[in-house]
């Protein structure tokens, strides 16, 4: 156990390093922004990344339910990982700057696919890689790996972010630099996967439950009006993930970012997430899931904010005389980066334990079911907005995802207190007023 509990730290970091130097929203949806003009088209890479990882879940609660053994399964996915990423860095390090227009096309499919097995893998083994740790940690020393595993984790993340800006700030000519940042990742992964065919699970039984047919499961989840405002508050808030993709791009082209900028970005990003990490724990011990879920939608609505609001920024005389370089204009348009972060690391904290506690035990799988379901047809909401860029531009995207992120602060206000925070609310309601009367006068 002891053993285990080393060896699930390391993976975990190194795993939280492999996802960071791919980072599907900002790098390789720059990188497929090298290879084609089409905006949707680089919208589809995040909606590919978020999408598929979200329906490679959905097999793993059964398998989670029906299999005595999650390790072989943590494996295989750690494998296919590796190897789709592995593919993608031969393929990018063969190739050169010369023949790319001739090759762009079988270049951006590859990615694709690549991608789709990445992501797939990834969501599928995220799932039985948690439930392999469970079986194979002592209960009494879960907590203390939770706290080695998070610090370890924040600091393997910050270190790919430095990782991105020396791959991707040199000298090399696209897709050089990209080659080799595919081929540390795929390092990375290998080394996944190795940790975890070394770790060693008890071999325990599980009790299997046989779940409803889902339509009539699901069905019945939806009569539930607390979970119907749950699920429309994380459908409006998936949706504003539509200008993530762009938003690199958008410095490029209209701020006059240069393409090096992209590892300040990445580390920003980064930043965002581990920084925000300790508030976030401290707001949901001490207010509860509901409004860490709510402070994530205010913080989200930041970043297309400061998207719309810089360009009139650069043009303010002031600002103009006092950055006549832009260099500091692009470094404050950096806030949206490490807003999106913070609002991510606030989502996926606040998501499943609001959840947890709004549905009973023996009906999680099904709400997290559906969950999963809806919102991997919600993540294509990037190709939307590849489209409305293409046809309005991109502060028609901006505003219509603020638009959205104001809705979803308002839908945040619209959710059902948990029965945890509800009673609690109630037990405070009764010590005060039974206060209040024995500090009546007699």
């Not at 072989?72 to 990982?81: M, T």
């Not at 069905?219 to 405002?229: C, N, T």
């Not at 930041?302 to 609001?309: D, H, M, T």
Request: hydrophobic residues 55%.
């Amino acid at each position: 156990m002891a053993l285990n509990s080393i060896l699930g730290v390391a993976a975990e970091s190194v795993n939280v390093a492999a996802e960071v130097l791919l980072l599907p929203s900002v790098i390789l949806a720059f990188f497929v922004a090298e290879l084609t003009p089409s905006y949707a088209t680089i919208g589809l890479v995040s909606a590919i990344a978020i999408g598929f990882w979200t329906l490679g879940r959905l097999p793993a609660h059964l398998l989670s339910q029906s299999r005595r053994r999650q390790q072989p399964w943590a494996f295989a996915s750690a494998v296919i990982r590796a190897s789709a990423i592995g593919i993608l860095a031969v393929v990018t390090s063969r190739m050169d700057a010369g023949s790319l227009s001739q090759s762009a096309r079988p270049l951006i499919l590859t990615v694709f696919l690549c991608l789709i097995a990445f992501s797939l893998a990834g969501g599928f083994g995220g799932l039985t890689g948690a439930a392999l740790l469970r079986s194979s940690i002592a209960t009494e020393t879960w907590g203390s790996f939770v706290r080695r595993r998070a610090g370890w984790s924040a600091l393997a993340s910050v270190l790919a972010a430095l990782a991105v800006a020396r791959l991707l700030g040199g000298a090399l000519p696209f897709p050089g630099g990209y080659g080799r940042l595919f081929l540390v990742a795929t390092f990375c992964l290998v080394i996944v996967a190795v940790l975890t065919a070394a770790m060693r699970e008890p071999w325990t039984a599980v009790t299997v439950s046989a779940p409803n047919p889902p339509p009539r499961v699901w069905r019945q989840l939806l009569q539930d009006s607390r979970y119907r405002r749950f699920l429309l508050f994380r459908v409006l808030f998936s949706s504003t993930a539509a200008i993530d993709p762009f938003l690199f791009l958008y410095a490029i082209t209209r701020l006059g970012a240069p393409i090096t900028k992209i590892g300040d970005y990445v580390i920003l990003a980064v930043l965002g997430w581990v920084l925000s990490a300790p508030v976030w724990f401290w707001v949901e011990r001490r207010s509860g899931a509901r409004t860490l879920l709510q402070s994530a939608a205010v913080v989200r609505l930041i970043a297309p904010a400061v998207a719309l609001a810089t360009p009139p920024l650069a043009a303010i005389g002031l600002v103009r005389d006092r950055l006549p370089d832009g260099t500091g204009l692009t470094t404050v348009y950096g806030a949206a980066f490490f807003v999106v972060g913070a609002a991510l690391a606030a989502q996926s904290r606040g998501n499943y334990d609001y959840l947890a506690a709004l549905a009973p035990h023996v009906d999680l799988p099904a709400f997290t079911g559906l969950t999963n379901t809806v919102l991997a047809v919600v993540a294509f909401a990037p190709v939307l907005g590849g489209i409305l860029i293409e046809r309005f531009g991109y502060e028609a995207l901006f505003g219509v995802a603020a638009a959205i992120g104001l809705v979803t602060v308002f839908a945040g206000g619209w959710l059902a207190e948990t029965p945890s925070r509800a009673r609690e609310h109630e037990n405070a309601g009764h010590a005060a007023t039974t206060r209040a009367i024995l500090s009546r006068p007699a």
